[in-house]
Structure formats: structure tokens, C-alpha cells
């Protein structure tokens, strides 16, 4: 059973920074696309950022591109979106996502597994 827990959210004040963490059991991030996507109240989830299962393939929202990195570690199957200069429009739930195709995709339809979600609160 293919798992995802994401941690590291919390509040945080206009360009400060936060790295969010996903711990993945079940499934290798080193096999699989992995993805960061954020949901604020009455909206869809929004495509942050993703990688190829290698991570030699990344992409992101255009409107976090030079501010967030997403990042995988093998050894230990973890997948992190580090997050600088936030800003208060990046106030969100933050999910972790995981898709079996190997390449990255920002159709959320495509990913199979999500965590739980943790908040993200930037402060003005």
C-alpha cells in the first residue's frame, strides 16, 4: 500500500522560508514522478512543482519558478519542496502527489496517491 505523509508546514511571515517534506512507503520515489501540489480554500488544487522519477526533469507553476525547488532523496524515499521568499498568496495546503507514469505532469488527474496535506500560512 503506497503511502505519502507530508510535513513541515506552518506559519511563516512574507519572504521568509519553509522546506516541506514527504515521506513516501510503498512505492520507490526513485521509480515513480513525484509532484507538489497546494489547494487554498474554494479552489482546486494548483500544480506547484514536479519531477521525473530521476529528477533530471522538473517543472513549476509559473508563479513559484526561481522561489521553489522540489528535490528527491532516494535513500531514505523522500521528496522535499523547498520554499523561498513566500509570499502571502502562498498560503495553501501543500500535497504531496505520485503518479505511475515516470515522467513530471501538472494534470492532477494523473496522480494516484496523495498525502494528507500540511498548511502553509505566510503572513503579510
Known amino acids: 500500500q503506497v503511502q505519502l505523509v507530508e510535513s513541515g508546514g506552518g506559519l511563516v511571515q512574507t519572504g521568509g522560508s519553509l522546506r516541506l517534506s514527504c515521506a513516501a512507503s510503498?512505492?520507490?520515489?526513485?521509480?515513480?514522478?513525484m509532484a507538489w501540489f497546494r489547494r487554498t480554500p474554494g479552489k482546486e488544487r494548483d500544480f506547484v512543482a514536479a519531477?521525473?522519477?530521476?529528477?533530471?526533469?522538473?517543472d513549476y507553476a509559473d508563479s513559484v519558478k526561481g522561489r521553489f525547488t522540489i528535490s528527491r532523496d532516494g535513500v531514505n524515499n523522500m521528496v522535499y519542496l523547498q520554499m523561498n521568499s513566500l509570499k502571502p498568496e502562498d498560503t495553501a495546503v501543500y500535497y504531496c502527489?505520485?503518479?505511475?507514469?515516470?515522467?513530471?505532469?501538472?494534470?492532477?488527474?494523473?496522480?494516484?496517491?496523495w498525502g494528507q496535506g500540511t498548511q502553509v500560512t505566510v503572513s503579510s
Open positions: 502527489a505520485s503518479h505511475s507514469g515516470p515522467g513530471p505532469s501538472v494534470e492532477a488527474w494523473k496522480y494516484d496517491y
Open positions: 510503498g512505492r520507490s520515489v526513485g521509480t515513480y514522478a
Open positions: 519531477s521525473n522519477f530521476s529528477g533530471s526533469d522538473t
